[in-house]
Every structure is written in structure tokens, then in C-alpha cells.
């Protein structure tokens, strides 16, 4: 049973139940078997909040997400007594929540702060009423792939690759990346990767390569690491510098596998309180966000309700699917990355 699950649109046959998640624009496509759908139109059963009430109506967004804790509730409640394998369900609004009100749970006179911490705790109940009904023979699963942070201002890596003369446009009409010319040497899409490119030597088109011109990556990587900004004066806090960039890792120090050329060639990691963005087409580098609240690698976790003789020094976010399958008596790929948590 899968309930919810981001990046499985449209929702494909499985042995069991799948509801797509974030994004799946249409429900009718989102839901397997078919035949579960009228069920969940009955219900007004909706798949995300609509972000934009945040920046328009932020009360609403806040009673959405109620509304659709509940929902998510109903369905676990009408598909745990099927025979399953696996039930998965994903609570996404914590995540718009955080982007939202970030600053607000830091606030307790803040005007939201009573109805977020209300949200939390009815999250909380969730987890701890599928706690209780999980059969004492099977396995308890918590798991995030981020955490969360104050965020305060968007750093455009692709204008800063623009003013450091990286970056050029075949005209300042469309400044997409569609649109880039063959004399760009490196571009950035999100979250902060940057790629090289070589188009010059592929005929004028656009191609992500990593690893082709160590010299470049090196110049690159310095340059990100000692990057300073202005930040104008903005609600009354005086202009000041800062650096937006807390680490650079080479791509493929982190990634590994048949294609590996696809990856990027830079990552990089942002300081506290700044985002680093892949957009095009800004005139400015830095810019205050609508949004309080970014995500932070700090924070992530993955929950293991059980005894394990002793607790591995480090955990990855690809080690929790071998973990499962273990746990599930499921053989391992030989090429399946990560590492079960559990010792044999």
C-alpha cells in the first residue's frame, strides 16, 4: 500500500494499492486500481495544498493542511486491515509549512505559531495511531530526506556565473538556458549544480558533461568557495557582505554508476540562511524570498523501530532502501547502492 508518494505519477499496476504524490497534476492518473478512484473523488480528496494560498491567503494554506492530514488519515484507515507487504504513507504539507512559517515556529507571539504547533501534534497522533496498529512482528519505518532551516535570502548562481563572465546568452531577449550561447563555459540548474559546458566542441549544442576540464573545475570551485556578496539594505537591516557558499564537492567524488558523465560536475552546499538557486534570467544575484523556510541536508533521518546490536557511525539516505528489503527477507541486487543498517 503506497500512499501518497512523491515522483510516482502516473500511478503505475502494482500487487496492491498505489496513490501518487507530489507532482501529480491530475488525480485520475494518480490512483491504481481505477477502481479506488470514486472512492477518493467521494472524499474530495485533493493530492498537495495550493502553495499559493501561502503568499496570498496563509490562513488557508494552514487549515488545507489539516484538511489534508485528515484525508490522509481516512485512507489509512480504510486500507490497513487489506493484506499487505509494505505500507508506506508520505506527509508532505510539513514540508510547505516549514517553506511558509519557518519564521513563525521561531515566534511564539507569532500569530500562526498556536495552529502550526496544533498541526504538529495532530501529525504526531498520526504516526503514533500507525505505530500502535503496526503488528509486533513487522517493522517501523520513519524517514525524511531533508531537514529544515531559517532561510533569508536566494543567491542566483547562473547571474553570479553571468557577471563572472561564465555565462553568456545568444541575446538578452530569452536568457534561458535554452538559449545559452557556445561560449558559456558553466551553467548551474537546481539545486545548486553546476555543470561545464562544452558545446563549443559539440557543435554549438547544449550538453552536461561532468569531469571534462579539470582546470576549469578547480577555478570554479575556488571561486565558489570565496564568493562574497552584497546584500543590500533591505526591511531596515543594514547592507552588509556575506558568503553565501559553506562547501564545494566535485561530482563525481559523490556519484558513481553507468552515468556518470550526466552528473554534475559541482555541488554546492549553501551557509546558513541562504539558498542557492539554478534560475535564469534575474538581474540580481541575491534577493529576499517570499519563503522563511529552506531545506538543509542537516536534519534528515531514518527511524528504525527496532533493536540493532549497534548503531552504524553514519547513515545515507540509499541505505534505507536495501534496510527495508532486508528487513522484508527481500534478496539484495548485486547493483542496488547503499547498505543494509541491520547486522547478519
Not at 492518473?29 to 496563509?58: C, F, Q, T, W
Not at 490497513?80 to 507571539?109: G, M
Amino acid at each position: 500500500m503506497i500512499i501518497n508518494m512523491p515522483s510516482t505519477y502516473p500511478a503505475r499496476p502494482i500487487n496492491g494499492v498505489m496513490i501518487s504524490g507530489f507532482v501529480a497534476p491530475r488525480l485520475e492518473y494518480s490512483v491504481y486500481p481505477a477502481a479506488l478512484l470514486g472512492k477518493l473523488k467521494e472524499m474530495n480528496y485533493r493530492i498537495d495544498v495550493d502553495a499559493e494560498k501561502g503568499h496570498k491567503e496563509p490562513p488557508v494554506l494552514i487549515r488545507e493542511a489539516f484538511r489534508l492530514l485528515e484525508m490522509r488519515k481516512k485512507i489509512f484507515e480504510m486500507l490497513w486491515d487489506i493484506k499487505w507487504d509494505l505500507f508506506c504513507l508520505v506527509i508532505t504539507s510539513t514540508d510547505r509549512l516549514h517553506h511558509f512559517f519557518w519564521s513563525s515556529l521561531e515566534n511564539e507571539k507569532d500569530p500562526y505559531y498556536s495552529s502550526l504547533c496544533r498541526y504538529y501534534e495532530a501529525v504526531d497522533n498520526l504516526i503514533g495511531d500507525i505505530y500502535e496498529r503496526t503488528p509486533d512482528k513487522s517493522s517501523f519505518f520513519m524517514l525524511s530526506d531533508h531537514g529544515f532551516d531559517r532561510l533569508e535570502y536566494h543567491v542566483y548562481l547562473n547571474s553570479w556565473l553571468e557577471k563572472e563572465g561564465y555565462l553568456t546568452f545568444r541575446d538578452n531577449v530569452d536568457r534561458s538556458l535554452e538559449n545559452i550561447s557556445p561560449e558559456t563555459r558553466a551553467f548551474c540548474l537546481d539545486p545548486a549544480r553546476i555543470y561545464i559546458n562544452i558545446a563549443g566542441q559539440q557543435g554549438g549544442e547544449l550538453r552536461i558533461n561532468g569531469g571534462q576540464h579539470q582546470e576549469l573545475l578547480s577555478e570554479l570551485s575556488l571561486k565558489l568557495r570565496n564568493m562574497v556578496i552584497e546584500i543590500p539594505e533591505i526591511a531596515g537591516r543594514r547592507a552588509r557582505t556575506a558568503r553565501p557558499v559553506a562547501s564545494v564537492r566535485i561530482g563525481k567524488d559523490i556519484y558513481k554508476g553507468p552515468y556518470l558523465d550526466r552528473a554534475p560536475d559541482l555541488i554546492s552546499e549553501p551557509a546558513a540562511g541562504f539558498d542557492l538557486k539554478g534560475m535564469t534570467g534575474k538581474n540580481t544575484i541575491v534577493e529576499k524570498p517570499p519563503f522563511t523556510g529552506k531545506h538543509t541536508r542537516k536534519g534528515a533521518f531514518f527511524y528504525v523501530g527496532w533493536k540493532i546490536k549497534k548503531s552504524p557511525n553514519s547513515i545515507e539516505i540509499i541505505d534505507c532502501m536495501p534496510t527495508i528489503l532486508k528487513t522484508m527477507g527481500i534478496a539484495l541486487p548485486d547493483s542496488i547502492d547503499g547498505k543494509p543498517v541491520q547486522k547478519d
